[in-house]
């Protein structure tokens, strides 16, 4: 069974940089096709991918926050990390890990296990 | 890149059959056979319904069925039930290998 769980600050001023932890269980990051991805969504609001990473370690991001993104992993401790720097009002939403699968990971784009999510909000 | 146009919600009722839309550009949904698509209901994770434009995951009903025409893909869900009633959202690949979303549609069972 493939479970992944967020972890990080609920609150995080202006300016600042968000890190959020997915700790996953059920796969590895190590095989070949598995790929972990965020995802954000801002209340009321519409889904917004921000990255991936593969077992490859193919990384792949929006192209509109790339400046601003990065994503690592630590294998042994099944756990991928995001960071986002410079921090803003817009930025807050609910952030979302989750699992993919692609045989490709230039291409890989779907997603079919997600985390709870956890609410980011951005304020001084 | 801009996000997929989706109908802002959709309505039916128990037993009919609905269809959402969702349209992009031919550099992504007219390009790719990767498109997908999303449940969400208030207060959860989206979960996966169907991926590369037409195929199921295991467990989900084949009440669901997904579909393309040039720029345009579809999600169909037919012989409608009360627990559809949820967010679609769709989700595409993109030529500059990105994955870009749809703005989502309300989906509401009278």
């Known amino acids: 069974q493939i479970t992944l769980k967020e972890s990080g600050p609920t609150l995080v001023k202006p300016t600042q940089t968000l890190t959020l932890t997915c700790t996953f269980s059920?796969?590895?990051?190590?095989?070949?096709?598995?790929?972990v991805g965020w995802i954000r969504q801002p209340p009321g609001k519409a889904l917004e991918w921000l990255t991936l990473i593969y077992w490859d370690e193919n990384k792949r991001y929006s192209p509109s926050l790339k400046s601003r993104l990065t994503i690592t992993t630590d294998t042994s401790r099944n756990q991928v990390v995001l960071s986002m720097t410079n921090m803003d009002p817009v930025d807050t939403a609910t952030y979302y890990c989750?699992?993919?699968?692609?045989?490709?990971?230039?291409?890989?784009?779907?997603?079919?296990?997600w985390g709870q999510g956890t609410l980011v909000t951005v304020s001084s | 890149q801009s996000a997929l146009t989706q109908p802002a919600s959709v309505s039916g009722s128990p037993g009919q059959s609905i269809t959402i839309s969702c349209t992009g550009t031919s550099s992504d949904v007219g390009s790719y056979s990767y498109v997908s698509w999303y449940q969400q209901h208030p207060g959860k994770a989206p979960k996966l319904m169907v991926f590369d434009v037409s195929h199921r995951p295991s467990g989900i009903s084949n009440r669901f069925s997904g579909s393309k025409s040039g720029n345009t893909a579809s999600l169909t869900i037919s012989g409608l039930q009360a627990e559809d009633e949820a967010d679609y959202f769709c989700s595409s690949y993109t030529s500059n290998s990105n994955v870009i979303f749809g703005g989502g549609t309300k989906l509401t069972v009278l």
């Open positions: 059920g796969f590895s990051l190590s095989t070949s096709g598995v790929g």
């Open positions: 989750a699992h993919s699968l692609t045989a490709d990971s230039r291409v890989g784009n779907w997603f079919d296990s």
